[in-house]
């Protein structure tokens, strides 16, 4: 894993954050954890005494950007329907316009923050020369 996984760009009307990968899986998962952190900051001390959850995910999109946007749209929609707080991810498949894997997060009473819809808005997913890590820009409508 890399020493930075995210960092926050923005939470002003739109969340908006900045993941880091040597690769796409592990951009996907850090996207994860941006996700997870904001919902409950708490988080990590959480994930140690809670009970983990592990659902089946499969999705498909035309690109990667709209994959990611798809990808993080059902982890929305299942974690507002199940109060779930997404903590990883284990792939299963993993391809420029598709994905299959186990979700995993735990189950919470309620949520710090909310989330309300997965934002299309400048997401974009590309491996930066310099550093030779993938970066993902994300947006949440908060």
Known sequence: ???KSF???SDEGIFRARTFGKTLNECFLNALKVFGWYLKPD???LVKKA???KNEIKVEAIDLNSLAVEFLSEVLSRSTADNLVPTGITFKRFGENFLEGDLIGISVDTFEKELKSVSYDKVDIKKNPE???YEFVLA???
């Open 7 to 9: 960092e926050i760009i």
């Open 1 to 3: 894993m890399t020493e």
């Open 140 to 142: 949440f409508e908060i």
């Open 131 to 133: 550093t030779g890590l």
């Open 51 to 53: 009970k983990k959850v």
């Open 43 to 45: 988080i990590v001390s």
